[in-house]
Protein backbone atom coordinates (compact mmCIF):
# COMPACT_ATOMS: atom_id res chain seq x y z
CA UNK A 1 0.00 0.00 0.00
CA UNK A 2 2.66 2.21 1.06
CA UNK A 3 4.50 2.06 -2.68
CA UNK A 4 1.18 2.79 -4.37
CA UNK A 5 1.05 6.10 -2.00
CA UNK A 6 4.63 7.04 -3.26
CA UNK A 7 3.36 6.74 -6.53
CA UNK A 8 0.29 8.82 -6.65
CA UNK A 9 2.43 11.31 -4.35
CA UNK A 10 4.60 11.26 -7.03
CA UNK A 11 2.00 11.42 -9.73
CA UNK A 12 0.34 14.49 -8.00
CA UNK A 13 3.78 16.35 -8.15
CA UNK A 14 4.23 15.92 -11.74
CA UNK A 15 0.88 17.16 -12.93
CA UNK A 16 2.79 20.84 -11.25
CA UNK A 17 4.89 20.63 -14.21
CA UNK A 18 5.71 24.09 -15.83
CA UNK A 19 4.76 22.90 -19.22
CA UNK A 20 0.47 22.89 -19.72
CA UNK A 21 -0.99 19.78 -21.17
CA UNK A 22 -3.55 19.10 -23.37
CA UNK A 23 -5.79 16.97 -23.89
CA UNK A 24 -5.94 14.36 -27.01
CA UNK A 25 -7.49 10.76 -27.78
CA UNK A 26 -4.99 9.44 -30.29
CA UNK A 27 -3.88 5.32 -30.96
CA UNK A 28 -0.43 5.21 -29.10
CA UNK A 29 2.01 2.12 -28.71
CA UNK A 30 4.32 2.19 -25.67
CA UNK A 31 7.70 -0.41 -25.47
CA UNK A 32 9.34 -0.60 -22.06
CA UNK A 33 12.63 -1.11 -23.64
CA UNK A 34 14.22 -5.12 -22.77
CA UNK A 35 10.94 -6.07 -21.28
CA UNK A 36 8.49 -8.24 -23.48
CA UNK A 37 6.39 -7.08 -26.35
CA UNK A 38 4.89 -3.29 -27.53
CA UNK A 39 1.53 -2.98 -25.85
CA UNK A 40 -1.34 -1.20 -27.19
CA UNK A 41 -2.72 2.48 -25.48
CA UNK A 42 -4.70 5.30 -26.09
CA UNK A 43 -2.60 9.17 -25.88
CA UNK A 44 -4.35 10.82 -23.02
CA UNK A 45 -2.64 14.32 -23.07
CA UNK A 46 0.47 16.02 -23.99
CA UNK A 47 3.14 18.84 -23.55
CA UNK A 48 6.28 19.52 -24.70
CA UNK A 49 7.95 17.73 -21.72
CA UNK A 50 6.07 14.08 -21.87
CA UNK A 51 2.73 12.45 -21.93
CA UNK A 52 -0.10 10.19 -20.60
CA UNK A 53 -1.10 6.86 -21.63
CA UNK A 54 -3.93 4.98 -20.77
CA UNK A 55 -3.03 1.00 -22.07
CA UNK A 56 -5.35 -1.68 -23.24
CA UNK A 57 -3.75 -4.22 -20.73
CA UNK A 58 -2.76 -3.96 -16.80
CA UNK A 59 0.49 -2.78 -16.48
CA UNK A 60 2.79 -3.58 -13.11
CA UNK A 61 6.44 -2.06 -14.38
CA UNK A 62 8.23 -0.41 -11.96
CA UNK A 63 9.04 3.15 -12.38
CA UNK A 64 12.38 5.10 -14.22
CA UNK A 65 11.66 1.94 -16.57
CA UNK A 66 13.15 2.80 -20.19
CA UNK A 67 10.31 3.25 -22.69
CA UNK A 68 9.70 4.27 -25.91
CA UNK A 69 6.31 5.97 -27.00
CA UNK A 70 5.05 5.66 -30.91
CA UNK A 71 2.05 8.03 -31.84
CA UNK A 72 0.70 10.08 -34.66
CA UNK A 73 -0.81 13.33 -34.03
CA UNK A 74 -1.83 16.27 -36.55
CA UNK A 75 -0.55 13.82 -39.50
CA UNK A 76 2.56 14.09 -38.22
CA UNK A 77 4.17 10.17 -36.77
CA UNK A 78 6.22 10.87 -33.71
CA UNK A 79 8.51 8.17 -31.95
CA UNK A 80 10.12 9.33 -28.42
CA UNK A 81 11.96 7.83 -25.34
CA UNK A 82 11.51 8.04 -22.49
CA UNK A 83 11.09 7.23 -18.70
CA UNK A 84 7.94 5.72 -16.85
CA UNK A 85 7.52 8.31 -14.47
CA UNK A 86 4.64 6.57 -12.65
CA UNK A 87 1.53 4.88 -12.89
CA UNK A 88 -1.65 4.02 -11.01
CA UNK A 89 -0.59 0.33 -10.74
CA UNK A 90 -3.80 -0.16 -13.33
CA UNK A 91 -3.71 1.36 -16.84
CA UNK A 92 -2.30 4.45 -16.92
CA UNK A 93 1.37 5.57 -17.34
CA UNK A 94 2.59 8.74 -17.16
CA UNK A 95 5.81 9.28 -19.62
CA UNK A 96 8.44 11.54 -19.46
CA UNK A 97 10.57 12.40 -22.70
CA UNK A 98 14.24 12.30 -22.91
CA UNK A 99 17.32 12.57 -25.01
CA UNK A 100 14.97 14.96 -27.31
CA UNK A 101 16.75 15.70 -31.05
CA UNK A 102 16.08 19.58 -31.74
CA UNK A 103 14.26 18.75 -34.62
CA UNK A 104 11.59 16.79 -33.17
CA UNK A 105 11.18 18.33 -30.70
CA UNK A 106 10.64 21.70 -32.89
CA UNK A 107 8.03 19.73 -34.44
CA UNK A 108 5.91 18.75 -31.29
CA UNK A 109 6.33 22.70 -30.58
CA UNK A 110 4.59 23.25 -33.44
CA UNK A 111 1.56 21.02 -32.68
CA UNK A 112 1.37 22.03 -28.77
CA UNK A 113 0.75 25.75 -30.12
CA UNK A 114 -1.78 24.42 -32.69
CA UNK A 115 -4.04 22.60 -29.65
CA UNK A 116 -2.82 25.85 -27.79
CA UNK A 117 -4.49 28.53 -30.67
CA UNK A 118 -7.34 25.98 -31.31
CA UNK A 119 -7.98 25.88 -27.05
CA UNK A 120 -7.74 29.61 -27.31
CA UNK A 121 -10.57 30.07 -29.73
CA UNK A 122 -12.73 27.89 -27.85
CA UNK A 123 -12.19 30.14 -24.60
CA UNK A 124 -12.84 32.88 -26.91
CA UNK A 125 -16.03 31.86 -28.50
CA UNK A 126 -17.62 31.01 -24.62
CA UNK A 127 -16.17 34.35 -23.33
CA UNK A 128 -17.92 35.63 -26.88
CA UNK A 129 -21.42 33.63 -25.74
CA UNK A 130 -21.49 34.36 -21.82
CA UNK A 131 -20.95 38.50 -23.22
CA UNK A 132 -24.24 38.04 -26.18
CA UNK A 133 -25.85 36.41 -22.91
CA UNK A 134 -25.26 39.03 -20.39
CA UNK A 135 -25.88 41.92 -22.88
CA UNK A 136 -29.26 40.38 -23.81
CA UNK A 137 -29.81 40.24 -20.03
CA UNK A 138 -28.86 43.60 -19.49
CA UNK A 139 -31.04 45.09 -22.42
CA UNK A 140 -34.70 43.17 -20.95
CA UNK A 141 -34.01 44.21 -17.41
CA UNK A 142 -33.45 47.67 -18.79
CA UNK A 143 -36.80 47.04 -21.16
CA UNK A 144 -38.65 45.92 -18.28
CA UNK A 145 -37.80 49.13 -15.65
CA UNK A 146 -39.16 51.19 -18.66
CA UNK A 147 -41.99 49.50 -19.56
CA UNK A 148 -42.61 49.58 -15.40
CA UNK A 149 -42.15 53.19 -15.34
CA UNK A 150 -44.75 53.76 -18.29
CA UNK A 151 -47.46 51.71 -16.84
CA UNK A 152 -46.56 54.13 -13.38
CA UNK A 153 -46.86 57.25 -15.00
CA UNK A 154 -50.59 57.38 -15.69
CA UNK A 155 -51.71 57.46 -12.15
CA UNK A 156 -49.77 60.36 -11.01
CA UNK A 157 -51.73 62.88 -11.46
CA UNK A 158 -55.93 60.79 -10.37
CA UNK A 159 -56.12 62.22 -6.99
CA UNK A 160 -54.08 59.26 -5.50
CA UNK A 161 -50.60 60.90 -3.16
CA UNK A 162 -47.42 60.26 -4.77
CA UNK A 163 -44.87 58.66 -2.33
CA UNK A 164 -42.20 61.09 -1.37
CA UNK A 165 -39.77 60.18 -2.85
CA UNK A 166 -41.77 60.22 -6.50
CA UNK A 167 -42.88 64.18 -5.44
CA UNK A 168 -41.66 66.86 -7.68
CA UNK A 169 -38.43 68.55 -5.61
CA UNK A 170 -37.30 65.11 -4.04
CA UNK A 171 -34.73 63.19 -5.83
CA UNK A 172 -34.88 59.49 -4.84
CA UNK A 173 -31.60 58.01 -3.33
CA UNK A 174 -29.98 55.95 -6.41
CA UNK A 175 -29.57 52.33 -6.02
CA UNK A 176 -26.08 50.94 -5.10
CA UNK A 177 -23.94 51.02 -7.57
CA UNK A 178 -22.14 47.59 -8.72
CA UNK A 179 -19.08 46.83 -9.65
CA UNK A 180 -18.54 45.70 -12.91
CA UNK A 181 -16.89 42.44 -13.26
CA UNK A 182 -12.94 43.21 -13.95
CA UNK A 183 -11.35 42.80 -17.13
CA UNK A 184 -8.83 39.83 -17.59
CA UNK A 185 -6.06 42.27 -17.98
CA UNK A 186 -3.47 41.11 -20.66
CA UNK A 187 0.04 39.96 -19.31
CA UNK A 188 1.97 43.27 -20.14
CA UNK A 189 -0.73 45.06 -18.31
CA UNK A 190 -0.43 42.87 -15.23
CA UNK A 191 3.37 43.53 -14.58
CA UNK A 192 4.12 45.41 -11.50
CA UNK A 193 7.49 46.59 -12.72
CA UNK A 194 7.84 49.80 -14.80
CA UNK A 195 9.75 48.56 -18.13
CA UNK A 196 12.32 50.10 -19.55
CA UNK A 197 13.53 50.77 -23.70
CA UNK A 198 17.24 48.74 -24.76
CA UNK A 199 18.43 47.58 -27.71
CA UNK A 200 20.86 45.23 -26.82
CA UNK A 201 21.75 41.86 -28.39
CA UNK A 202 20.53 38.86 -26.18
CA UNK A 203 20.47 34.98 -26.87
CA UNK A 204 17.66 32.57 -25.78
CA UNK A 205 18.96 29.22 -24.49
CA UNK A 206 15.73 26.61 -24.87
CA UNK A 207 16.47 24.28 -21.76
CA UNK A 208 14.72 21.06 -23.05
CA UNK A 209 15.72 21.33 -26.99
CA UNK A 210 19.36 22.70 -26.22
CA UNK A 211 18.98 25.07 -29.27
CA UNK A 212 19.61 28.77 -29.16
CA UNK A 213 18.41 31.88 -30.98
CA UNK A 214 19.52 35.45 -31.17
CA UNK A 215 18.20 38.29 -31.37
CA UNK A 216 17.57 42.20 -29.58
CA UNK A 217 16.21 42.91 -26.74
CA UNK A 218 13.44 45.49 -26.65
CA UNK A 219 12.51 46.21 -23.07
CA UNK A 220 13.83 45.21 -20.10
CA UNK A 221 12.95 45.56 -15.83
CA UNK A 222 13.28 43.27 -12.88
CA UNK A 223 11.08 40.80 -13.36
CA UNK A 224 11.47 39.52 -17.15
CA UNK A 225 12.10 41.05 -21.28
CA UNK A 226 10.98 41.44 -24.74
CA UNK A 227 13.16 39.87 -27.06
CA UNK A 228 13.06 40.21 -30.87
CA UNK A 229 14.56 36.80 -32.41
CA UNK A 230 16.12 37.00 -35.40
CA UNK A 231 14.08 33.65 -36.83
CA UNK A 232 10.64 32.85 -36.14
CA UNK A 233 10.24 31.53 -32.31
CA UNK A 234 9.50 27.41 -32.46
CA UNK A 235 7.85 26.78 -29.31
CA UNK A 236 5.13 27.75 -26.98
CA UNK A 237 4.71 29.63 -23.61
CA UNK A 238 5.64 28.05 -20.70
CA UNK A 239 9.27 26.71 -22.59
CA UNK A 240 11.88 27.06 -20.11
CA UNK A 241 14.64 29.44 -21.30
CA UNK A 242 18.14 31.03 -20.25
CA UNK A 243 18.28 34.69 -21.39
CA UNK A 244 22.26 35.91 -22.29
CA UNK A 245 22.66 39.12 -22.78
CA UNK A 246 25.14 42.36 -21.85
CA UNK A 247 24.28 46.04 -20.52
CA UNK A 248 26.66 48.33 -19.32
CA UNK A 249 29.41 46.06 -20.05
CA UNK A 250 27.78 43.71 -17.14
CA UNK A 251 27.13 40.22 -18.75
CA UNK A 252 23.49 38.30 -17.67
CA UNK A 253 21.99 34.66 -17.70
CA UNK A 254 18.73 35.03 -16.35
CA UNK A 255 16.96 31.74 -16.23
CA UNK A 256 13.41 32.18 -16.59
CA UNK A 257 10.25 30.94 -18.62
CA UNK A 258 8.11 32.50 -21.90
CA UNK A 259 5.66 34.31 -20.82
CA UNK A 260 3.73 35.64 -23.61
CA UNK A 261 4.20 35.59 -27.71
CA UNK A 262 2.82 38.80 -29.25
CA UNK A 263 3.69 37.26 -33.08
CA UNK A 264 6.30 35.24 -34.63
CA UNK A 265 9.38 36.71 -33.87
CA UNK A 266 8.55 38.84 -30.62
CA UNK A 267 8.12 36.84 -26.86
CA UNK A 268 7.97 38.30 -23.23
CA UNK A 269 10.08 36.22 -20.97
CA UNK A 270 9.04 36.39 -17.08
CA UNK A 271 12.45 35.65 -15.16
CA UNK A 272 12.56 33.30 -12.49
CA UNK A 273 14.64 32.00 -9.54
CA UNK A 274 16.79 35.38 -9.25
CA UNK A 275 19.72 35.15 -6.97
CA UNK A 276 20.24 38.21 -4.49
CA UNK A 277 23.30 39.11 -6.30
CA UNK A 278 21.56 38.78 -9.76
CA UNK A 279 18.75 40.74 -8.61
CA UNK A 280 20.85 43.82 -7.11
CA UNK A 281 23.08 43.76 -10.37
CA UNK A 282 19.58 44.45 -11.88
CA UNK A 283 18.24 46.59 -9.61
CA UNK A 284 21.44 48.66 -9.85
CA UNK A 285 21.48 48.96 -13.89
CA UNK A 286 17.52 49.60 -13.89
CA UNK A 287 18.94 52.23 -11.68
CA UNK A 288 21.74 53.51 -14.33
CA UNK A 289 19.11 53.18 -17.46
CA UNK A 290 16.58 55.55 -15.25
CA UNK A 291 19.08 58.06 -14.84
CA UNK A 292 20.11 58.07 -18.65
CA UNK A 293 16.60 58.28 -19.73
CA UNK A 294 15.65 61.27 -17.04
CA UNK A 295 19.74 63.13 -18.40
CA UNK A 296 18.66 63.15 -22.00
CA UNK A 297 15.85 65.95 -21.79
CA UNK A 298 17.66 68.10 -19.85
CA UNK A 299 20.84 67.75 -22.30
CA UNK A 300 17.96 68.29 -25.06
CA UNK A 301 16.63 71.59 -23.42
CA UNK A 302 20.44 72.99 -22.61
CA UNK A 303 21.05 72.74 -25.81
CA UNK A 304 17.99 74.05 -27.25
Not at 72 to 100: E, P
Not at 139 to 151: F, L, V
Not at 190 to 212: C, F, M, P, W, Y
Not at 244 to 252: D, V
Request: aromatic share 6%; net charge positive; glycine share 8%.
Amino acid sequence: MGAWEDRDKFATQRERRSDPRYSVDEDSVVLFVGHGAPLEARLVDLSQEGCRLRTKERVTARTRLPVQVFFKISGISFHFRGVLQWTDGKNLLGIRFVNMIPRRMVELAKVICTMEEASVGRADAVNHLLAEQQASQLAGRETTERSRDRNREPFAGVGMELPEAARPGVHAPLPEARPLPARKLAGRERREQARHEVDTTAKILLVNVGSTLRGRILDLSLTGCRICTDERFPVGIYTRVETEFRLEGLPFRMGGVIQSIHDRNNVGIRFLDLSERKRKQMLELIGEIEQMRAAQPAAADGHG
